[in-house]
């Protein structure tokens, strides 16, 4: 069930920027997994403002390719700690390990086919 219309998963990908600049202060992490924040909130928001659908500035990114990139970015980031060889910080481990999660539901719930109707409101 598709419960998350694009205008919602707007706010969303906003409220995942703010998450991603925030979290390196507010846990304490370390370089990578700081680094990391940072890097994936500046992409995460250049994606958004570049999206088709409410919230998108650019309007470039059709709203399906959208969502594929976060089909791909959810798995990635709970691998990330694993990979980038910080999974023995359990802060950032979780973190990382949680915005994995969040993302593959909320991509999971989101309408990607209603960007073209959402547009017009």
């Given at each position: 069930?598709?419960?998350?219309?694009?205008?919602?998963h707007g706010y969303l990908d906003f409220l995942t920027v703010i998450l991603f600049l925030l979290a390196p202060a507010l846990l304490g992490l370390s370089q990578v997994p700081a680094?990391?924040?940072?890097?994936?909130?500046?992409?995460?928001?250049?994606?958004?403002?570049?999206?088709d659908f409410p919230l998108g500035v650019v309007k470039i990114i059709p709203?399906?390719?959208?969502?594929?990139?976060?089909?791909?970015?959810?798995?990635?980031?709970?691998?990330?700690?694993?990979?980038?060889?910080?999974?023995?910080?359990?802060?950032?481990?979780?973190f990382y390990i949680a915005m994995g999660l969040v993302i593959i539901v909320i991509g999971m719930l989101?309408?990607?086919?209603?960007?073209?109707?959402?547009?017009?409101?």
């Open positions: 069930m598709k419960i998350i219309s694009p205008r919602t680094l990391l924040a940072y890097g994936l909130a500046v992409v995460h928001l250049l994606v958004t403002l570049a999206s709203f399906t390719v959208h969502g594929w990139i976060e089909r791909l970015v959810g798995p990635s980031l709970i691998a990330a700690p694993f990979i980038l060889n910080f999974a023995d910080e359990e802060i950032a481990r979780n989101t309408d990607y086919q209603g960007a073209a109707k959402d547009n017009k409101k």
